[in-house]
């Protein structure tokens, strides 16, 4: 039995892991991971439940232009000291009832207060869509740092396999009294830097790793792979600048989001000034009631029917300025709405300005390093050929290799900001994140 129940217990175990891992996309490309994080994400998902919470209330909003229907169902108990005590009897009376109302007139505060709830069901979509932006952006900066790092692995381990040669010819001159022992420990110094470096590069890319795991909320226990892409190309065409810009505020979540914000405190304030105003409505009951010896009981119901229904007119005479600071209020809101908006586009066109400059600098850089690298890579190529044949020394040979690592450290660091940097751009024109 004790076998049984530890079988199914890991029977599930196995169905629960099976199902989280069936969950994941089969190959993490960039778009995979933003996709995921979108639908996954805790945050994103708590912002969508108070989407839906919103959408509760403006259901709500929309069904208090209907009459509102109460019933009411009361049965009196009487109590009587006989020879025998107290007794409790029966039911001696009964009435049943219902009451309905329907506001007629409220200088528009119900179809105002429907306009609002919608507005805020508006406004909590844009909040879901900026989430959703912010955490693209994230994990775009996260990618791009993992393929950096892969790619820096790559060079790294070329160089390593090229001082591993040097360590061979200079062992064998070595031995042959052509180099001194310490031009040949430098030589292994040299290696022993080129290891250093590569096992560096190659934890950074697990940091890298986890980094992007954690964005995606991933389990820690999940091996989680990236998938390379065919070719990074750095793309030198701009959009100008005043277009992106133009483009940013039409369709920018944020800036949507201040408009409706404004919007809708212009519309609380017109429910603020609604609340002192006379309240008309039509007010209807009706009601019946039965009693012990009185008659039959469904008599007794037909004969008490009773049905008034009236108009009520409620008119707010004093109510200790609560309603006036609302309106007072009110006005306030909007003024800091349209402060918030006003600074909302300052704030975007600032940022899209800096990268607009940002990426500018990051495609001069590019280009730069690319000319350097390339440059040192021959250069490197050259003094290492000579090297072998002993026309120059180990000293201009570690000079030159110093040189070229840097230049492909600089390389790879300008490369992948100006992809990032050209992303961010196109994504504040409208564009998608894409990399190919």
Request: proline share 3%; with cysteine.
């Amino acid at each position: 039995m004790k076998l049984k129940f530890f079988f199914l217990i890991f029977l599930f175990k196995i169905i629960d892991v099976s199902a989280q891992t069936q969950a994941y996309p089969s190959n993490w490309t960039l778009e995979n991971c933003i996709e995921y994080a979108k639908e996954n994400n805790i945050s994103i998902n708590s912002l969508r439940l108070s989407k839906n919470s919103a959408e509760q209330d403006l259901l709500q909003a929309k069904e208090a232009k209907y009459p509102s229907l109460n019933g009411t169902v009361s049965q009196g108990l009487f109590a009587i000291n006989g020879s025998n005590g107290l007794n409790i009897n029966g039911a001696p009376s009964q009435s049943i009832g219902a009451n309905s109302s329907m506001t007629l007139y409220h200088a528009n505060y119900i179809k105002n207060n429907e306009i609002s709830k919608n507005l805020n069901v508006q406004m909590s979509d844009l909040s879901v869509q900026e989430a959703e932006n912010n955490i693209t952006l994230s994990i775009t900066q996260a990618y791009l740092n993992i393929l950096m790092s892969q790619e820096n692995i790559v060079s790294l381990e070329s160089i390593l396999t090229t001082t591993k040669t040097q360590l061979k010819q200079g062992d064998q001159f070595y031995k042959a009294g052509n180099i001194s022992k310490l031009n040949f420990l430098q030589i292994q110094a040299q290696v022993a830097q080129d290891e250093y470096n590569l096992i560096s590069s190659q934890n950074s890319l697990k940091t890298n790793i986890v980094n992007l795991k954690q964005l995606l909320q991933l389990p820690s226990s999940y091996d989680f792979q990236i998938e390379k892409p065919d070719n990074i190309i750095v793309d030198e065409n701009l959009k100008p600048l005043q277009d992106v810009q133009n483009s940013a505020q039409n369709e920018r979540p944020e800036v949507k989001y201040g408009e409706l914000n404004l919007e809708n405190s212009n519309t609380n304030l017109k429910m603020a000034q609604a609340s002192i105003q006379p309240t008309l409505s039509v007010v209807g009951n009706i009601s019946t009631n039965y009693s012990t010896g009185n008659g039959n009981y469904f008599n007794q119901l037909g004969n008490n029917f009773y049905l008034p229904i009236g108009l009520s007119l409620g008119i707010p005479i004093y109510n200790n300025r609560i309603y006036k600071t609302e309106v007072e209020k009110s006005k306030i809101a909007i003024e800091q709405a349209n402060l918030d908006l006003k600074n909302t586009k300052t704030v975007l066109n600032q940022q899209i300005e800096q990268s607009y400059i940002s990426l500018q600098n990051s495609i001069s850089q590019y280009d730069s390093a690319l000319k350097q690298m390339n440059i040192n890579k021959e250069t490197y190529d050259i003094v290492n050929a000579q090297m072998k044949l002993g026309s120059i020394d180990y000293v201009q040979l570690q000079q030159q290799r110093l040189v070229y690592i840097q230049t492909i450290q600089n390389y790879l660091q300008a490369k992948y900001s100006a992809v990032l940097n050209k992303q961010i751009y196109e994504f504040y024109a409208g564009n998608p994140i894409t990399i190919k």
